[in-house]
């Protein structure tokens, strides 16, 4: 008999060899007919699971296109497919799941994409389509240039997803991710988070803080998230390290330290999931804010990491330049005293000069353990408060200390010993005094009026003289012209508080005053080669040109480029009506005239290259930049790019060309403008290839905005308790160049008589300013205390042809339109008066 082991052992050995016997069958079932194979479990534990992300996507299409796309085309699929309420081609009274794909199977959704290092996820996730349809168009005026997914020749109107579809979707992920463990919180991703540079879905209004609140994806601790704002906007990490922060996050973007292409498509996706308040495309510190905050939240060694590597790199710019006083500095003096640079000459320390009006100017003292201290301006002790309290502010008028120019300032005797105070005094500000000349410039006003009399369309001039607003008079009339060309019935009156389009002075007040402060704040070396910043700025000898090659206008290039039109001087390579084609055309194909410093041959090439750079170095758009780190700041609403885009009206602005960009119909290129042109900018180049945004063009202001800036500019970089750039580098940009003293780093200067046409005969050699082909003069005299603007809308007039057959604009035949003039009677009402 057996033993009961013995029967055991035969039995199990049956069955094994039973297993196997039905895995050799259902292996060779084609050769072999088997009915069962023996086949016994050994579980290891060396496994993983195939699915680790879940990916959302829109449809972008109704129900039933959405059903042909995925079920019937052969093309497309996902797992999973959520239709919408009240769409007519869904055949239910009640929204369900439609489940098209098996979880274990692998369906075509993801595409060519790219997540926390892995590729094509089509292997690795499940997809869930959601019938949402947004509505998107390109911009036409973008003709055949480079086309993106983010970019600003896509316009998209996203409708907000169904709740009853978010509902269904809330219990289907959590059903998924209970059955799927890899699928941690940063896996749980859109389409354009894996997709950036082809896909937006699934859109700023899918609900991805809802989903995070029911445990389905990751979201930043709102806490966290302000903290590293606050930090980020004390000082901004550079593109280079939010780049590798996003990639470490799970984005497919390589570090390259620029605002490059890939990055604004990645900002772009992760603005859509992160902030969708905010998509914008560009690196500020809001989204640097939120990149940390997930990574502290979900990587807390890598960001720990990541922060490591910005405080080093803040500790090197600091240790390199002034770069953090700057950038903390309130008002022309912010020091503090004792003074902890000394020197051995003993009466060199804790003094320093300022500048102020008699009757001006006021002193804040902060003490810092500091019970006392002698403070005195221009040799008078000041009678202030003391014993200071404890971190005591105090806030004090000089105006019975003051005097019109340079004023002193000495800090004396602070105790108890070891103890500190900081003195800050704010540069000056404006004041309106102009009702008290209005007799002062009767002769300007009488040119000026005779001019718009005979036929000159209108004008506004204001002159400022030691801190006061001496002058501001508004002339003629905004805008003459119908579309057409006949008369208005009723002509829009000329206003003191008119926009012009400024033109060329776009050159000084928005790329000069922006490259002065990154020059302040050590960001910019202008003795460095472009190529330094913008390293795709190669070839053809184009490594070798300097920053400030491009500020002299000694680059080598030509006077301009007509990207604009393909009849252009260098043929129809050259040609592009679209932003993103024409910064590539101006990096790396537009060729050079003649050889570096041959001569200088005033460039709106140089200037474009130049605001490229601004945005290079800052990570943000030329008019970003600007509008929120200068003007802003300054309490200037109305200096701005592309105002009709932000919320002004036509009715506000100075018109110009009376027949678009025609030259009254001699002229024709494709999506040409004809009609009046108001609040939008008329250089070609500015308006068509670079989208109304660029270093050489399209800035409009006030004169009130723009004395604002004059005075900053004779404060020497501070206006009240902001500074924008220090004194040292305002005097490196408009000192004599030394081969033509008429010109500084891109300002033109008044010389020797050089320019009389433009600055008169009577500026000081030391006068600096620019002028704009609209009809825009700007003059700053340091020597008069002296800043003198003239708006003006010279070409909203006729165009006609003189003897010679030269084209020319009537309004620029007038003595007003021709600034000499106007500029002389204003020095001599001051001069003689």
């Not at 000056?428 to 410039?441: A, G, H, R, V, W």
């Not at 252009?568 to 410093?597: C, H, I, W």
């Not at 970003?624 to 802003?632: F, G, N, S, T």
Request: hydrophobic fraction near 35%.
């Amino acid at each position: 008999m057996f033993r009961q082991r013995d029967i055991l052992s035969v039995m199990n050995k049956l069955i094994v060899s039973w297993q196997r016997f039905v895995l050799i069958c259902g292996l060779t079932a084609g050769i072999v007919s088997c009915a069962t194979l023996p086949i016994s479990e050994l579980p290891s534990h060396n496994f993983g699971h195939r699915v680790k992300f879940l990916v959302m996507h829109f449809t972008a299409i109704d129900y039933q296109k959405s059903v042909n796309a995925l079920v019937d085309e052969g093309s497309l699929s996902a797992h999973y497919l959520i239709p919408e309420s009240n769409d007519p081609s869904y055949p239910n009274s009640s929204l369900e799941i439609l489940k098209l794909v098996d979880e274990n199977k692998r369906a075509w959704h993801a595409g060519n994409s790219v997540w926390q290092g892995r590729t094509e996820l089509n292997d690795s996730s499940i997809g869930i389509e959601i019938v949402n349809v947004p509505e998107c168009h390109r911009d036409k005026q973008a003709g055949k240039g480079i086309q993106t997914e983010h970019g600003d020749n896509r316009l998209c109107v996203f409708p907000d997803y169904d709740p009853k579809q978010i509902e269904l979707l809330i219990a289907l992920s959590k059903d998924i991710l209970a059955r799927n463990p890899d699928i941690s919180p940063t896996r749980v991703i859109g389409h354009a988070d894996i997709a950036p540079t082809r896909k937006n879905d699934p859109g700023p209004r899918f609900p991805w803080y809802e989903l995070y609140q029911e445990g389905i994806g990751a979201w930043y601790d709102n806490d966290t998230f302000e903290q590293y704002w606050q930090r980020f906007n004390q000082y901004q990490p550079n593109i280079g390290l939010v780049q590798t922060a996003l990639r470490t996050y799970g984005y497919d973007i390589l570090e390259t330290g620029i605002l490059d292409e890939q990055t604004h498509n990645v900002v772009s996706a992760f603005q859509m999931h992160f902030l969708p308040w905010q998509v914008t495309g560009q690196v500020d510190s809001k989204t640097a804010g939120a990149v940390f905050a997930l990574l502290d939240k979900y990587f807390a060694n890598k960001a720990k990491s990541l922060m490591t590597r910005y405080i080093g790199e803040q500790s090197s710019d600091a240790s390199s330049s002034s770069a953090l006083e700057h950038a903390f500095k309130r008002g022309q003096i912010d020091q503090v005293f004792p003074m902890v640079e000394r020197s051995t000459r003993q009466l060199v320390n804790d003094r320093q000069r300022f500048k102020s009006y008699q009757g001006r100017g006021e002193i804040i003292i902060n003490s810092m353990d500091a019970q006392q201290a002698d403070i005195y301006v221009n040799g008078q002790k000041l009678n202030i408060t003391q014993p200071f309290a404890q971190d005591g502010h105090y806030q004090y008028s000089l105006k019975r200390r003051t005097k019109d120019g340079t004023n002193t300032l000495r800090v004396d005797n602070v105790l108890p010993v070891g103890s500190e105070v900081n003195v800050s005094i704010p540069s000056p500000k404006l004041i309106d005094t102009s009702t008290q000349f209005q007799q002062t410039f009767e002769q300007v006003d009488a040119l000026i009026q005779q001019d718009v009399n005979d036929g000159f369309p209108g004008a506004v001039l204001l002159v400022v003289k030691d801190g006061q607003i001496i002058k501001r008079t508004a002339y003629g009339d905004a805008r003459k012209y119908a579309d057409g060309g006949g008369l208005l019935s009723q002509p829009q009156k000329m206003r003191v508080d008119t926009l012009f389009d400024i033109a060329s002075n776009t050159k000084m007040f928005a790329t000069n005053f922006a490259l002065m402060q990154l020059a302040s704040e050590g960001k910019l070396d202008v003795n460095l080669a472009l190529h330094h910043y913008l390293p795709d700025y190669q070839g053809g000898g184009r490594e070798t040109r300097l920053v400030r090659d491009f500020l002299t206008h000694t680059a080598g290039y030509g006077p301009q480029v007509r990207f604009f039109t393909p009849d252009n001087e260098l043929g129809k390579g050259l040609y592009s009506q679209n932003a993103k084609r024409t910064d590539q055309l101006l990096l790396n194909r537009v060729p050079f005239a003649m050889g570096r410093n041959v001569k200088a041959v005033y460039s709106d090439t140089d200037y474009m290259l130049l605001g490229k750079l601004i945005e290079r170095i800052t990570g943000m758009s030329l008019d970003a930049y600007v509008e929120h780190q200068i003007y802003q700041p300054l309490g200037l609403t109305n200096t701005l790019f592309n105002p009709l885009r932000k919320g002004r009206a036509k009715g506000e602005f100075a018109a110009t060309e009376i027949q678009g960009n025609t030259r009254g119909g001699r002229v024709d290129f494709d999506n040409m403008r004809q009609y009046v042109l108001q609040g939008e900018v008329h250089d070609e180049k500015a308006f068509y290839s670079m989208g109304g945004i660029a270093g050489h063009a399209g800035l409009f202001s006030t004169v009130d905005d723009l004395a604002v800036l004059g005075q900053l500019l004779l404060n020497g970089g501070g206006y009240g308790q902001t500074q924008i750039f220090n004194e040292a580098v305002l005097q490196q940009f408009i000192k004599p160049e030394e081969r033509d003293d008429s010109f500084g780093l891109g300002w033109r200067r008044a010389g020797h008589g050089q320019n009389k046409w433009h600055f008169g005969p009577y500026a000081s050699a030391q006068a600096y300013g620019h002028t704009g082909w609209t009809g825009t003069v700007s003059v700053i005299d340091p020597e008069y205390d002296l800043a003198i603007f003239l708006l003006t809308n010279a070409r909203h007039s006729k165009v006609q042809e003189d003897s010679a057959g030269h084209v020319e604009f009537a309004g620029k035949t007038f003595e007003t339109g021709k600034y000499g003039s106007v500029i002389s009677l204003v020095y001599e009402a001051i001069l003689n008066k």
